[in-house]
């Protein structure tokens, strides 16, 4: 196969497998040639994409070695968008009674979802998240969008029992938007034990649903690799202290229809300088 | 830039825009190459991604054309992916109390949402679907999996009320599987009038949920584009006739400890022969 063809499908395959090492003599074989043709594809690769700040070729040397394609978006790209979402959503149409924002449209938009889930998986990329958990509803798009560019697999915990998920493990929280003690469960075979979880959900007010699954993931033997949301409030006690967001609503009055919005702590908290 | 690198973001930058007209112009402005250079590169994409079954790459001609990415999957690839689903399925530990089976790990697995999003995009290529319809919660996964390859939004509809997506329309269905009558609701400003939208679920026994679907559907002065589901149980009668299925439960005994399944009827229904 020639170097044009090979390289297309090269960019594919590695594409579709983020953080998957994949060993030089697979590609040798795939395309029926030689190791150190396959090493200047490879080379090309790496170098493109790093000059579009648009993804990360790693090479693992070795015998055991290959090649790795971790997502990753710079920060000139991840900037621009989250102005745009900020931009959006700031808009008095999506304010909803108790405070709430309308994000349906951004959580059900593919090009939203391919967006977010290169930035969060950027920022988690070197953290070794083996799983991604969410919570009915709202938060199951970002996890998808999350667990396929980190390639792991994601968890839906729910509010409450259904007949059709098998045995469960339930903690209790204390949810800060009705100060009233709720309660969330998780099937007993869908989280392995010494996970290493990260934790998203759409939207913080006092995060009192994200101690929720911290608890969780702890009943799993399992540890909390990070918390991300897609908007936080900016006014309430947090219940959580490390996180990371996307979006922040600096204010939000249902009363007088105002809203205002800025970008998350995402960008400070991200680091960018793999490039 | 020279041609492997062009085909390096190229093929990157169709596979994250499927469905969408690039135009020849945009290449040669992005690369600073000429037309016909980008003419070159575009037909050796297009004929390895033929060449693998993977993928399209459709010409349009005249002043406002260009080309579009349209992910498919052969039919070889369709058949091994479904016939290791199957067995995969096939495993009394997923059998779960009422004849339903456990799929969360399936639903939660990156690699499954890649390829079946590929499939049933594939069948619904060409059949100008504008949005994606599913029901809270367990067919959202397929919904953002299917809205992806197809770069349509999704919506969900919800089975009860909740204060925070504002207003909403609903309608009353019935439950096959408690012969009882439910409620689904959708927020209104979720889907457009005029939108031509796939249905999809994650498992069907008769139906009834499906045509609480396809109710709602007709109350946005919407058609239903097409049905799919990941699993159908064989037994039952079926509200809806006509649907795609992945998977087909032919027997699921709880007691017995006994789940047979098999590939359902999407390999027959869909047309792969656009290669």
């Known amino acids: 196969m020639k170097r044009s063809e090979r390289l ?7 594409l579709e497998r983020p953080h998957t090492l994949i060993s030089l003599p697979f590609f040798a074989e795939r395309y029926g040639s030689a190791k150190s043709s396959i090493s200047e594809d490879l080379a090309i690769l790496k170098h493109t994409l790093a000059a579009n700040e648009d993804g990360i070729l790693e090479t693992v040397a070795g015998a055991a070695g290959g090649v790795r394609y971790i997502p990753f978006l710079g920060k000139a790209h991840s900037k621009e968008y989250l102005a745009d979402l900020a931009n959006r959503i700031e808009d008095t149409e999506r304010i909803l009674p108790g405070g709430f924002v309308y994000l349906s449209d951004i959580l059900g938009s593919p090009k939203d979802m391919l967006r977010i889930g ?8 070197y953290k070794d998240i083996t799983a991604v958990m969410t919570i009915e509803t709202k938060g199951i798009p970002l996890a998808e969008a999350v667990s396929r560019f980190l390639n792991v697999p994601f968890v839906t915990a729910r509010k409450k029992g259904k007949v059709t998920e098998g045995s469960t493990v339930s903690v209790n929280y204390l949810s ?3 100060s009233r003690v709720a ?3 998780l099937p007993t075979k869908s989280l392995a034990k010494n996970s290493n979880v990260l934790i998203i959900d759409d939207f913080m ?9 911290e608890g969780l993931v702890r009943e799993f033997d399992s540890k909390v690799g990070g918390i991300c949301v897609l908007c936080e409030t900016s006014h ?4 959580v202290d490390d996180y990371i967001s996307l979006i922040k609503i600096d204010e939000i009055d249902t009363e007088k229809s105002v809203i205002k919005t800025s970008i998350g702590n995402f960008l400070d908290k991200t680091d960018f300088n793999r490039f």
């Open 8 to 14: 297309v499908d090269m960019t594919k395959y590695l």
């Open 118 to 125: 290169q930035m969060v998986a950027t920022h988690f990329a």
């Open 176 to 178: 800060s938007s009705s």
């Open 183 to 185: 309660k969330m469960e």
């Open 205 to 213: 007010k006092g995060g009192g649903t994200l101690t929720g699954m």
């Open 236 to 239: 309430a006690d947090k219940m």
